[in-house]
């Protein structure tokens, strides 16, 4: 071997390293920067030219402005979905309205198949778009699936009509709703004695992005909120007015 063979290699440079690791770090931030504005934007995009695709078609030429303009208008057929879908809820408002969809109504519960899916989607749309409702107004911890293993569920009302007739007997019962991980839209709906759930102080914004980052995205718990709360996470002499209160100046701080 000749001295040619034995010599080392040089060592690289230790401002290289960090000039390198300083890139990646930037990359990095940016990424998360643009991550989400981009995912956003790309989501709010598809649904405005997936709503135009079925309404600007159905829209005609006399009144669509495409017909006169040498360019396509985003965003136009989603407006005239709002507009149309405003004064359906005008016309179902009056008593001529509402004589007409009970009518219609009646016809679709004459329909065997029809009247099953019709009245679970009028159900769902009810409860998901009613101001008045407390659905998913509180976030809390079960142990589920077995002891000593917990996980985030969004506690829907109280437990009410024949489950809870037949539940009487055991406990105050709650229905909660235990989402799964990344897709909070499925999951399984539970009966599960009032007793046996730990209310959270973070919202269900905040809960959602838990279960939705699969744990990565924690929202972080007010230290300064610690000598109010005992050790189920439940106020000791303070009203709940009070926490949140505190909460929202410690956001701010």
Not at 22 to 44: K, Q
Not at 105 to 111: A, K
Not at 206 to 219: E, F, M, Q, T
């Amino acid at each position: 071997m000749t001295g040619k063979d034995n010599k080392p290699q040089e060592a690289v440079a230790p401002h290289k390293i960090h000039f390198f690791t300083r890139l990646r770090n930037y990359f990095l931030t940016g990424l998360v920067i643009t991550g989400p504005i981009g995912i956003t934007l790309w989501l709010t995009w598809t649904f405005i030219h997936w709503v135009d695709g079925w309404v600007t078609p159905l829209v005609p030429r006399a009144y669509n402005p495409e017909t006169y303009l040498p360019f396509s208008i985003p965003g136009f057929g989603l407006i005239v979905a709002i507009l149309l879908l405003t004064i359906v809820g005008f016309i179902a408002a009056n008593f001529a309205g509402r004589s007409l969809i009970s009518f219609g109504e009646s016809l679709v519960g004459r329909m065997p198949l029809v009247r099953n899916l019709y009245s679970g989607l009028k159900q769902i749309f009810e409860t998901v778009l009613d101001e008045r409702g407390s659905t998913f107004t509180k976030a809390a911890l079960l142990e589920y699936p077995r002891r000593g293993l917990w996980a985030i569920v969004f506690i829907s009302t109280e437990t009410k009509g024949e489950v809870a007739h037949h539940l009487a007997k055991k406990a105050d019962m709650v229905s909660v709703f235990l989402p799964t991980t990344p897709n909070p839209t499925s999951g399984f709906l539970l009966f599960v004695p009032k007793d046996d759930v730990i209310e959270l102080s973070m919202g269900v914004e905040d809960a959602a992005k838990l279960v939705i980052s699969a744990g990565l995205v924690n929202p972080s718990y007010p230290e300064m909120l610690e000598e109010y709360m005992d050790d189920e996470g439940k106020a000791k002499t303070t009203s709940d007015d009070q926490i949140k209160r505190l909460q929202k100046e410690n956001e701010d701080a």
